[in-house]
């Protein structure tokens, strides 16, 4: 192994089914080194990961461990755990119901019984050590999602962990959760644990890195000092080609060139629902991009909830096309021609068991009614025409949606809702979690369907995203409309100060 080193893959290969996920892979972690893993949705990270942790077998390929001699063997996660090796994924897979003590302690309490007391006095030194706000008598589902992962991670810690693998650990988390994860790791660095870093965010690993691996397409592009490589560089490497301007994706397509003039494809007045937020107003003309914009829990996904019919509505009145309509559930929203992509994918889009063609048709057939089902042929036709038009990665429309990547499986849900070919297509963090790539491919189409004359609200939590995609804003905080911004008013700047000084101004 090389000086310093704590863990060294060589020549990772694995293949599935018609897929050849890594071949000939390289990774090498230092001590005290914090190191990003990088690549599109599709380009191995995942299955290196899981390699590595033993939820996949390699094909072939040595895995070196410091203390381990020779290769070691990684046959299942225990495996894993013994060499020294843990792992936070993106979903918290602690207990939710039991003590901050009882998850770091769960499945290792030999040798203390039922010695509440050591267990807890345990727990307590460790939360101080690393500086942990939570009481190891508190019941874990009452801290927060920043507060969990760090508890995951000090159980991790507290295994004697040589590598700590954190799985895009910040995508739930707000900008001060950030922070404090970051102190985290940081102290996990000056300890000298080796940390691997997955995440989509460009702006967190040149905050919080050292080096840098990127791979495409199953293999290994390189492994880059963070200081040797620039942000267009890395953006460069990882799709494979120059990309001078991530910024003009309205002067590629032309912008929606939407008049603001003309009547509303649909216009809401004094909407609220059982979800919490206060009435608001909201309208979106033809070929118009609308975003919704705020911090986390302002209300924006609950406000686009309401308009789908998908959380309950308590008051107000929906027009579309100048016609009053009622929605009061999401097939009713459907069949008035609007289509929703949510915010939580894998609990409330994908049916993970069905295949790519069977997610999506789903909307449609819904539509049509499950007594009159499309036929094969119909079905394959369907999917074929969308996995080529949104570029799919996927083996054949016949695979199990569960098995794509997360941007893949986000284009399996536009291609959903495409097919029922919505007038007013609402969009709910489409980009969130997924690469540089495949966020930029989208951006492109909801600007493309807005040429041809679609409406769409777009969310994100990227205000640089909302600025490139849509033409006018509706600002929330505390799940009140505070503000609208469109035209020169469509500012970084603008925006948070909206956000901040909301209907005082």
């Keep these: 192994m090389q000086e310093g080193a704590v863990l060294e893959m060589r020549g990772i290969c694995k293949e599935f089914p018609g897929v050849r996920a890594l071949h000939n892979v390289d990774f090498t972690l230092r001590e005290g080194e914090i190191h990003a893993l990088m690549g599109e949705n599709g380009a191995g990270k995942s299955t290196l990961i899981k390699v590595l942790t033993g939820v996949h077998p390699k094909d072939g390929g040595e895995v070196h461990i410091k203390g381990i001699e020779g290769p070691a063997v990684i046959r299942s996660p225990q495996d894993a755990q013994n060499a020294g090796i843990s792992t936070v994924y993106q979903e918290i897979t602690l207990c939710p119901n039991l003590t901050v003590a009882e998850n770091m302690y769960i499945g290792r309490t030999k040798g203390m019984g039922a010695n509440w007391k050591a267990m807890n006095d345990g727990a307590g030194k460790i939360l101080t050590s690393l500086g942990i706000p939570a009481s190891p008598k508190q ?15 000090a159980r991790a810690v507290d295994m004697e962990c040589k590598v700590l693998i954190l799985d895009e650990p910040t995508s739930s988390l707000d900008e001060q959760e950030v922070v404090k994860l970051f102190g985290l790791m940081r102290d996990l660095k000056a300890k000298g644990v080796g940390i691997i870093f997955v995440t989509h965010f460009l702006e ?10 990127v791979l495409r397409d199953g293999q290994l592009v390189g492994e880059y000092v ?4 620039p942000r267009v560089q890395l953006v ?3 799709l494979g080609k120059e990309l001078d301007d991530m910024a003009d994706i309205k002067g590629e397509t032309g912008g929606t060139a939407v008049s603001l003039e003309g ?6 007045t004094g909407l609220c629902s059982n979800a919490g937020i206060k009435p608001f107003d909201f309208s ?9 914009t705020g911090l986390l829990g302002s209300g924006r996904s609950e406000c686009v909830r309401a308009i789908f019919g998908a959380d309950h509505v308590t008051g107000g009145n929906v027009k579309m096309d100048g016609k009053a309509v009622k929605i009061r559930k999401p097939l009713d929203a459907m069949k008035k021609g609007i289509g929703y992509l949510p915010e939580d994918r894998k609990g409330d889009g994908i049916v993970g068991d069905l295949s790519v063609r069977e997610n999506i048709i789903l909307a449609l057939q819904v539509m049509k009614g499950f007594f009159r089902p499309f036929s094969r042929a119909q079905a394959e036709a369907f999917a074929d025409e969308y996995i080529k038009l949104l570029e799919i990665k996927t083996a054949s429309s016949d695979t199990p949606i569960k098995s794509l990547s997360g941007g893949n499986q986000q284009k399996c849900i536009l291609a959903r809702w495409l097919l029922t070919d919505p007038k007013y297509l609402i ?9 540089i790539g495949t966020k930029i491919e989208i951006q492109k189409l909801v600007l493309k369907l807005a040429a041809e004359g679609k409406s769409v609200t777009f969310i994100s939590s990227e ?21 609208e911004l469109n035209g020169e008013d469509l500012t970084q700047t603008k925006i948070m100060a909206t956000i901040a000084g909301g209907d005082k101004e």
């Design 236 to 238: 460069s490497k990882m």
């Design 226 to 229: 963070i200081e040797d490589l």
């Design 463 to 483: 205000i640089d995203e909302m600025l490139r995609t849509c033409s006018r804003l509706i600002v929330m905080r505390d799940r009140k409309a505070v503000g």
């Design 204 to 213: 967190q690993v040149y905050e919080v890195c050292d080096r840098i691996t």
């Design 284 to 292: 979106i003309r033809k070929g118009e991009v609308t975003g919704f």
């Design 263 to 268: 009547d509303p494809v649909l216009e809401a």
């Design 427 to 435: 969009l709910d963090e489409p980009t969130r979690g997924i690469d």
């Design 139 to 153: 019941q874990l589902g009452s801290c927060s999602i920043a507060v969990q992962q760090m508890v995951a991670i």
